[in-house]
């Protein structure tokens, strides 16, 4: 395939907006070269800059679970943009999508729409805290909640538990607030507990990673988290960012039979429009301004347009729940494609999946955290990543993130892909 448009592209793009991309996994410094520059997108598949059809792998990183340009949500945000695209002032609509929500989701009261998964994991935070009156959050190494300071913590060294800024521009101050704890790792959660009784507010944890490949949670792992925030009355909080309303209606909390106190939204919930959300039960919620002294806002928040693509998106899947099945029996026929081929050839590996999330590590230990998971061969990703790419098939362009399948993909294309992998994996 040939990306000589797209080069040229990146190359403008780069001149304008720093490296070229507006959010930094795009850029593929993780598997070199330059990234592809996509031009329009139907279905399961992506048409470049340079004319080549490739199949979609990362749905935009999860939104798009129906696939690219889904009929019904194009309609509905045509149809509400010709209406005005923002008013600041409440929409009937935005009860309707409340509504339909809070019934798919167990255990939440009430929800409030925020612009993105960051904005919806910034503002759980504040409120557990504001809640508990506690200061200090539980975070999982390798696990995702977006940008805000809070999140942007790395381990300290030494004995030090509290983490340390792992960017700059972050606060000492802010990262003593962030301790940082191995996921998988029950015993490690309860010495934080111990060594800072009295003074957590939460933990929030990803109950499935899609941010470190696709991790699965040891079995007692989320119940043992759910134990000792009940005991030491802290909040627990569940990113449903990438999990929700994809791995089933009620996302993790549902499949799992786990009841989180928060859980966070974004992704799917905006039919690939900018969305987050967080939602709990009344007695957390009413501590949200105005109804209570947890301030939090958003000019743009439930605007018209996004409301539209998001009601629409899940009232597709709340009427056709089979497709969360339908989802999982091709991910795993892709999981079982993808390990005869490497199988067969010898190749080192280890496939995580659950549902419709699936990662593929070239490594001989099982990966649980994000120690072992940074122990895939990179290099051999990268061969991996860019023979995919060059058959026509757009997997992440980093052993860090997971597939989120979506229903568009075909059986033919699975086969497809399952094919190229059959030339790629000479190379590897
Ligand atoms: C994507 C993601 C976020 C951040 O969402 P943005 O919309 O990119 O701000 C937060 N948490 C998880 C688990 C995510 O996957």
Redesign the pocket.
Known sequence: MIYQRSSALFAEAQQYIPGGVN?PVRAFKAVGGDPIFVKEAKGAYLFDEDGNRLIDYIAS??PLILGHAYPPVVDAIVNSAKKGTSYGIPTALETKIAKLAVSMVPNIDKIRFVN??????MSAVRLARGFTGKERIIKFAG?????SDAFLIQAGSGAVTFGTPNSPGVTKGTAKDTLLARYNDLENVEALFRSNEGEIAAIII?PVP??MGCILPREGFLEGLRSLCDAHDALLIF?E??TGFRLAKGGAQELLDIDADIV?F??VIGGGL?V?AFAARNEIMSHLAPEGPVYQAGTLSGNPLAMNAGFTMLKALNDAPEVFDSLENKTAYLHEGIANVLEKNGVVHRINRLGSMVSVHFTNTPVVDFETAAKGNNDTFKRYFHGMLSEGVYLPPSAFESYFLNDAISYEDLDFTIDALRKVVKML
């Not at 993105?116 to 994991?121: F, I, N, P, Q, R």
């Not at 696990?143 to 940008?147: D, F, N, R, S």
């Open positions: 959010s990183w999860g993105s998964g960051t904005e919806a994991c696990c995702y909640h977006g940008h990803e899609g941010n990113d960012v990438m966070t974004g992704k900018p987050g």
